[in-house]
C-alpha cells in the first residue's frame, strides 16, 4: 500500500535552516508529483510546492520561493524540504502528499517544525 | 491567485441530521476537491473532481457544483464526521489554493 513516512519533529532556532524529509513506498516513486503543505497551529493548509521526481522539474508557490526549496533523491524513494532563515511564522507542521490528478491522495503524518532560541 | 471563501466556519449537527458546508471561489474554477482532517490527523481525500468519491469514503458523502459555487453534503451526520473540512482548486495554478475550512461540530 501506498505509504509517505515523514521525518520527526524539529526544535531549530531562529534564523536556521531546516531539511525534512519524505519517504514514498508503494508505488513508483519516480512517475507522481509529490506536494508539500504547510498548516500554522491552529489554521488552514497552505500548499508550498511540489516537485517531480522522474526529472527533478519543480512548482512553487510564489509567496515561498527562496523560503523552501524542494529535492529529492530517487535511489531512497525520498523527497526532502529545505526551510531557510526560520522565524516564528514558519513554526509549523509541515505535509508531503503524493500527487492524484488535480489533487492529493496519500499524506505523511507530518513535520512539526519549531523556531525557537 | 484564486481564494476560496468556506461557509459556515463552524457548524454543529446532530446524528442522523443532513450537512451541507459550501466553497465559492473568487473566479471559476473547473473542478472542486475536498478533505477531511481531523485533529492531530492529516488531510484525508474526499471528494476529486467536484463529485467523486475517494476510495473508501462513506457513499453519504457528495459533492456538488460549478463555476464559483460549490458544496459538500453529509446526508446522515454520524459521529465520526466530527472534523475540519477544506476545499481545494486546482484551476488557476500556481498557486494550488485551499479554503479556509468549514469546522464540524457534534450535537
Known amino acids: 500500500q501506498v505509504q509517505m513516512q515523514q521525518s520527526g519533529p524539529e526544535l531549530v532556532k531562529p534564523g536556521a535552516s531546516v531539511k525534512i524529509s519524505c519517504k514514498a513506498s508503494g508505488y513508483a516513486f519516480s512517475t507522481s508529483w509529490i506536494n508539500w503543505v504547510k498548516q500554522r497551529p491552529g489554521q488552514g493548509l497552505e500548499w508550498i510546492g511540489r516537485?517531480?521526481?522522474?526529472?527533478?522539474?519543480?512548482n512553487y508557490n510564489g509567496k515561498f520561493k527562496g523560503k523552501a526549496t524542494l529535492t529529492v533523491d530517487n535511489s531512497s524513494s525520498t523527497a526532502y524540504m529545505q526551510v531557510s532563515s526560520l522565524t516564528s511564522v514558519d513554526s509549523a507542521v509541515y505535509f508531503c502528499a503524493r500527487n492524484y490528478s488535480y489533487t492529493m491522495d496519500y499524506w505523511g503524518q507530518g513535520t512539526s517544525v519549531t523556531v525557537s532560541s | 491567485q484564486i481564494v476560496l471563501t468556506q461557509s459556515p466556519a463552524i457548524i454543529s449537527a446532530s446524528p442522523g441530521e443532513k450537512v451541507t458546508m459550501t466553497c465559492s471561489a473568487s473566479s471559476s474554477v473547473s473542478y472542486m476537491y475536498w478533505y477531511q482532517q481531523k485533529p492531530g490527523s492529516s488531510p484525508r481525500l474526499l471528494i476529486y473532481?467536484?463529485?467523486n468519491l475517494a476510495s473508501g469514503v462513506p457513499v453519504r458523502f457528495s459533492g456538488s457544483g460549478s463555476g464559483t459555487s460549490y458544496s459538500l453534503t453529509i446526508s446522515r451526520m454520524e459521529a465520526e464526521d466530527a472534523a475540519t473540512y477544506y476545499c481545494q482548486q486546482w484551476s488557476s495554478y500556481p498557486p494550488i489554493t485551499f479554503g479556509g475550512g468549514t469546522k464540524l461540530e457534534i450535537k
Open positions: 473532481d467536484t463529485s
Open positions: 516537485i517531480y521526481p522522474g526529472d527533478g522539474n519543480t
